[in-house]
């Protein structure tokens, strides 16, 4: 075991992850997970002004969990403003591929329901790429 405690190295470690979700227990959830593999949170915000506030922010962004539609308003402006910055970021959503517009067609996207403590251990292979 590590110094902190740990077993391994978790796989977020230092980075900063906008979390981006307007369900409650979903967020939570989802920055338990995120926490627990070591990433710091920005976050979590449930409107695209709050996600923009962050991507416009002074602190740099490692990665982004990006919920679609967020309360009945789809979020892909905060895509394109993630896209721009060269932020690497997955989709959560209920919504299949089709309802994807193209420029978005190549980002990973995660179905709902699913397991938070699953993504976290997906997410390290796309944030420090």
Known sequence: MSESGREDAPGLFGL????VEDE???ADDMMRALKGAG???AGP????EGALGFIEGASP???AVLD???HGKMSFEVASALQ????PFVFTTGYDQAAIPPEFAHVP???KPFDPAALARALPSLFKA
């Not at 900063?16 to 979390?19: A, E, F, G």
């Not at 915000?45 to 695209?48: A, G, K, N």
């Not at 721009?84 to 932020?87: E, N």
């Open 39 to 41: 990433a710091e949170i």
């Open 68 to 70: 679609i539609n967020l």
């Open 109 to 111: 996207r995660w179905e």
């Open 16 to 19: 900063r992850i906008l979390l």
């Open 45 to 48: 915000v449930d409107t695209r």
């Open 24 to 26: 409650y227990f979903l």
């Open 84 to 87: 721009v910055r060269s932020v």
């Open 61 to 63: 962004l490692d990665g």
